[in-house]
C-alpha cells in the first residue's frame, strides 16, 4: 500500500509540473502577443528563386539580441522540420506541420552563423541566424540548422549583397 502512494504521489507531481509549465508557456504568450501582432503573410508572386531550398530544422524564432528568450506566440517557438528558400521579394521558410514563415526583403535585416540559437547549441557556425524586423517594428531572429552547412556562405553572402543594394552602404 506505502508503494502505491508514492506511485501516485510522483504521478500527481509530475502532472502538476507538467500542468505548470503549459501555463507558464500560454501566459509568455499572452505577453508576447502585442510585440509579435501578425506575421507577414506569403504573396501569391515571389520574384525569381535566388538560392535553391535548403532543408534542416526549424530551431524557433527569438527576440533580438537575446539569443535564448524564445517566442512563444503561436507556433513560432516550435521546432520543426523545414525548407528554406531566398527569393527576388524575401525568404520563404516552410516548415512541417506548422505555418510557413514569410521574410519580406524590406524586413531582412542580416543573415548570419551563429554557434547556437533558442536553446540549442552546436559546433562553431553550426546555425543560420536570419534577422528581421516585423510589422510591429520588434527586431526578431530566426534559427535554421541546416543538413547541408556547405550552402551557408552563399546565404550570408546574399545578405551582405542584399543589404548594400537596398541601403547603398560600401563596405
Known amino acids: 500500500m506505502e508503494r502505491t502512494l508514492w506511485v501516485v504521489g510522483c ?50 524564432s527569438t527576440f533580438a539580441p537575446s539569443w535564448q528568450n524564445r517566442i512563444a506566440v503561436g507556433d513560432l517557438g516550435f521546432r520543426a ?3 528554406l528558400t531566398r527569393f527576388e521579394r524575401g525568404i520563404l521558410l516552410e516548415r512541417d506541420g506548422a505555418t510557413p514563415i514569410w521574410i519580406p526583403q524590406e524586413s531582412l535585416t542580416v543573415v548570419r552563423t551563429e554557434r547556437g540559437h533558442a536553446g540549442k547549441v552546436m559546433t562553431n557556425n553550426g546555425v543560420l541566424v536570419i534577422r528581421w524586423k516585423l510589422p510591429t ?21 546574399g545578405s551582405a549583397d542584399a543589404t548594400r543594394a537596398t541601403t547603398g552602404d560600401d563596405e
Open 81 to 83: 522540420t523545414a525548407e
Open 11 to 60: 504521478l500527481a507531481l509530475f502532472l502538476g509540473c507538467l500542468w505548470l509549465m503549459y501555463r507558464a508557456w500560454q501566459k509568455k504568450e499572452a505577453r508576447q502577443q502585442a510585440q509579435i501582432g501578425d506575421l507577414p503573410t506569403v504573396p501569391a508572386e515571389l520574384g525569381a528563386q535566388l538560392l535553391e531550398p535548403t532543408s534542416g530544422l526549424y530551431l524557433g
Open 137 to 157: 517594428g520588434t527586431e526578431i531572429d530566426t534559427g535554421f540548422r541546416g543538413d547541408d552547412k556547405t550552402v551557408y556562405p552563399a546565404w550570408t553572402a
